[in-house]
């Protein structure tokens, strides 16, 4: 079975410091880890993706995340974050074998002026 | 633009009636899947179909009922049974197969039900 972590369920920052969300998983073979972005009242957005290769990946509005599998993390941030940052993030790992995503609880964040 | 359309937006039951959510895809997406969505909780899988005309129980399918008659369409029924219905519903899809499953979801904007 499969589980994701997410260790913060709300984060508070200012505006221009830089933010890290974490997120642990289990899993029993090599990981397929997603990272979402949920504005209030939308969707999901898919931010970012690791399938393999390269530890460290970049995805859209500025934000990446770092794959370690020793610590089994995949832990989001961005160097830099904006008000229009503030909502909720989703960390998910998927199985690929059944075709379906495990999501995270999420975690809130807000970002100050 | 392809996307995914749920519909309402906003749907409000009263107790002990059946009420049918909307979702419609035009990607061409052969997986479907709906979540519900409670404060806290983060997302729950009801159901999910890898191909028109067959489904398969998530974690929390009970009070619940879908279909797949069509690619292009996954109507969720929140049954009577379903004691505490009040949730965002978000409906989603992916390729399908393997590779498809890596490329992650699209989803749409959600219905918010409510029991009054």
């Known amino acids: 079975a499969q589980s994701v972590t997410q260790l913060d369920s709300h984060v508070s920052v200012s505006e221009g410091t830089p933010v890290l969300l974490r997120c642990n998983y289990s899993?029993?073979?090599?990981?397929?880890l997603f990272w979402y972005v949920q504005y209030p009242n939308q969707g999901l957005q898919l931010l970012l993706k690791?399938?393999?290769?390269?530890?460290l990946v970049k995805g859209i509005n500025g934000f990446e995340a770092e794959f370690n599998k020793s610590q089994t993390s995949f832990h989001l941030r961005k160097p830099s974050v904006h008000i229009s940052d503030t909502a909720e993030y989703f960390c998910?790992?998927?199985?690929?074998?059944?075709?379906?995503?495990?999501f995270g609880d999420g975690t809130t964040l807000t970002v100050k002026p | 633009d392809g996307g995914i359309t749920q519909s309402p937006k906003y749907l409000f039951r009263k107790e002990g009636q059946n009420v049918t959510l909307s979702c419609e895809q035009n990607l061409n997406h052969d997986a479907m899947y709906w979540y519900r969505q409670d404060p806290g909780q983060g997302l729950r899988l009801i159901y999910y179909s890898q191909i028109v005309n067959d489904f398969q129980k998530g974690d929390i399918a009970e009070g619940y009922s879908v279909s797949r008659e069509k690619k292009e369409s996954f109507p969720l029924t929140v049954t009577s049974a379903q004691k505490n219905p009040t949730a965002f519903y978000l409906c989603?899809?992916?390729?399908?197969?393997?590779?498809?499953?890596?490329?992650?979801?699209?989803f749409g904007s959600g219905t918010r039900l409510t029991v009054v």
């Open positions: 998910a790992v998927i199985n690929t074998n059944a075709g379906k995503s495990t």
């Open positions: 989603a899809s992916s390729i399908g197969a393997v590779q498809g499953y890596l490329s992650g979801y699209t």
């Open positions: 690791y399938l393999s290769g390269s530890t």
């Open positions: 899993s029993s073979y090599s990981p397929s």
